[in-house]
């Protein structure tokens, strides 16, 4: 009797969503980015009066990877799909700020939707750009 290979028989996960994928690559980036900044907090020298400015690089940063993904994935129109993903991406970590910690809107919020849709958007130009004909 020949052995099953059980791996062979799993099927593959593929979202073809480019907002969705980069979405869930942008939460992986955002996540990598909060234990790197926690992890400075805890046993490095950073304050946390610091750590607003560092937070809004950790979003930027976040929405570019989340753009450029989402550009790849898309076969057009990479600014686009990338700059909807940093607006969905902003609202998103807005939505849960409010619900979680009740935090309001100010004009911080509103440079955060500016930051992310604009990193969103050039990771989408130079993700579209990269995907092979």
């Not at 234990?35 to 937070?55: I, K």
Request: positive net charge.
């Amino acid at each position: 009797m020949k052995p099953i290979n059980a791996i062979k028989n799993v099927p593959k996960v593929h979202v073809t969503s480019p907002l969705l994928s980069g979405m869930l690559y942008a939460s992986f980036w955002l996540a990598a980015g909060a234990l790197l900044l926690a992890a400075f907090l805890r046993w490095g020298s950073m304050q946390e009066t610091e750590l607003p400015m560092y937070s809004m690089m950790v979003h930027g940063c976040a929405s570019l990877a989340g753009g450029f993904v989402s550009g790849r994935r898309s076969s057009q129109r990479g600014w686009y799909f990338g700059g909807m993903l940093g607006i969905a991406y902003g609202i998103l970590v807005l939505l849960i700020g409010f619900l979680a910690s009740n935090t309001g809107f100010s004009g911080r919020t509103l440079t955060m939707l500016v930051e992310t849709f604009l990193c969103g958007a050039f990771g989408g130009m130079v993700g579209v750009n990269t995907k092979r004909s």
